[in-house]
């Protein structure tokens, strides 16, 4: 089986986007302990989600660690617009532009994983 699993809740939404994290790391947690091939990316204020879920005092920062492995980028385009491309290139997150656009630096593809079979959960 194949899972993209797509952050896009933003951190600060409060409770909700948390619970939206967790179920989306704990979804590919689970793929990855059944040998599923699983992908973690992150798309629009999601691009925020990173810098969080690397804190210490994060409540996810356990299960983030866990699946860190999984995670192959961010939105490059949703990074900058949304003030988190900092935060991406300082944990070492690769800003995805296979989606060229034009008037953008490049945004992460998603029609890519539905061209090639993959199940797409957004988060």
């Known amino acids: 089986m194949k899972t993209a699993v ?5 951190p600060k939404a409060g409770e909700e986007a948390l619970a939206r994290v967790f179920n989306g790391l704990a979804v590919a947690a689970e793929g990855k302990q059944a040998g599923d091939e699983v992908e973690v990316s992150f798309i629009g204020t999601g691009t925020r989600w990173p810098a969080e879920l690397s804190k210490v005092t994060s409540p996810v920062n356990g299960l983030y660690n866990a699946v860190r492995d999984l995670v192959v980028g961010a939105s490059c385009a949703c990074a900058v617009v949304f003030g988190a491309t900092e ?3 300082a944990c070492g997150i690769e800003e995805k532009k296979d989606n060229v656009f034009q ?6 593809s998603l029609r890519r994983y539905l061209s090639e079979g993959w199940n797409v959960l957004i988060f």
Request: aromatic share 0%; charged share 5%.
């Open 103 to 108: 008037g953008t630096p490049g945004l992460l």
């Open 6 to 10: 797509i952050i896009i809740s933003d």
């Open 87 to 89: 935060g991406v290139q």
